[in-house]
């Protein structure tokens, strides 16, 4: 059976990766970012002392960012998702990325916003893609329903891909992109 100490270091080893996913993701503004790592060290480590906590992992994460970066090549799978992303606005897909939950694809769709369809992900599905390389993208009609094999909405998404060098392919309702998130500090 664990120990106190034991169930305390993995609840710490957890809300360390919180945040380290989260520094590297980059979807949170500054003050949203802190807020976020305040909240998860007052609810979850409630016994550490919050800024001076936060402080450090900030400071640590960011520069243990900065020196895994500096290895990255010169055109990451970051900067290639995201020209993918810009070539799938052009063509009428709306992208959100890294929104709360698919109610924001929702709401794109029932605003009357011109489009395609949407493509969505979520921030876990970013976490994932740091350290596994694979990004799951949800990609709806307008009418909301998943796109499906076979359809051309689908079809156009896994070429954007493939355009930008990104291997992808549908699985199980979502394409999964080939992609680690390599976003630069």
């Known amino acids: 059976m664990p120990s106190n100490n034991d169930k ?3 609840r710490e080893k957890h809300v360390r990766a ?15 970012l802190l807020g976020e790592l305040r909240r998860a060290v007052r609810d979850e480590l409630p016994w550490l002392p919050m800024d001076e906590t936060v402080t450090f992992w900030l400071r640590e994460e960011t520069e243990a960012w900065a020196h895994e970066a500096a290895d990255w090549p010169l055109v990451t799978d970051y900067d290639r998702l995201q020209s993918a992303f810009a070539s799938l606005e052009a063509g009428g897909v709306v992208v959100l ?3 709360d939950d698919h109610w924001a694809a929702r709401d794109v769709l029932k605003s009357g916003t011109p489009c395609r369809g949407v493509a969505w992900f979520m921030p876990q599905d970013v976490w994932h893609a740091i350290d596994e390389g694979m990004l799951e993208v949800n990609v709806w009609h307008t009418s909301g329903a998943n796109a499906a094999p076979g359809d051309a909405l689908l079809q156009f998404v896994l070429q954007v891909f493939a355009d930008h060098g ?6 199980e309702g979502r394409v999964e992109v080939s992609a680690f998130w390599q976003r630069r500090p």
């Open 8 to 10: 305390a270091r993995t």
């Open 18 to 32: 919180f945040a380290r996913d989260n520094i590297r993701a980059g979807l949170l503004q500054p003050q949203e």
């Open 97 to 99: 990325q890294g929104c």
């Open 166 to 171: 990104l291997e992808a392919h549908f699985d």
